[in-house]
């Protein structure tokens, strides 16, 4: 059974950083997605970033508002998947999810496909 464990947020002034953790467990497939997710309050559940794992091609992407400010690295060696947030802004204040889809061809396209979701890890952002 995979399970994921989100940790490292917390409370920031705008324009500082967080780097938040997702720490996988029963994965044992070699092609697999990973994704972050973030549903401030009141708000849908909207993608963040991705890695894709084993596809030979891009492996990274970033929803356009977090582009140049967010980055995705992985830690095959711990399992962990890491967000690095620069230069936050209020309005990336909200919770943030990470989440796997495993044994896929292609990453999911809509949230309902990822398989797997983590507990959460909130991140508040003060002007």
């Known amino acids: 059974q995979v399970q994921l464990v989100e940790s490292g947020g917390g409370e920031v002034q705008a324009g500082g950083s967080l780097r938040l953790s997702c720490a996988a467990s029963?994965?044992?497939?070699?092609?697999?997605?990973m994704g972050w997710f973030r549903q401030a309050q009141g708000q849908e559940r909207e993608w963040v970033a991705q890695?894709?794992?084993?596809?030979?091609?891009?492996?990274?992407a970033y929803a356009d508002p977090v582009k140049g400010r967010f980055t995705i690295s992985p830690d095959m060696a711990k399992n962990t998947l890491y967000l690095q947030m620069n230069s936050l802004k209020p309005e990336d204040t909200a919770m943030y999810y990470c989440?796997?889809?495993?044994?896929?061809?292609?990453?999911?396209?809509?949230?309902?496909?990822?398989?797997?979701w983590g507990q959460g890890t909130q991140v508040t952002v003060s002007s």
């Open positions: 989440a796997a889809d495993v044994g896929v061809a292609v990453c999911p396209t809509s949230l309902s496909e990822w398989d797997y």
């Open positions: 890695f894709d794992v084993g596809s030979g091609g891009a492996a990274y």
């Open positions: 029963g994965i044992t497939y070699s092609r697999y997605c």
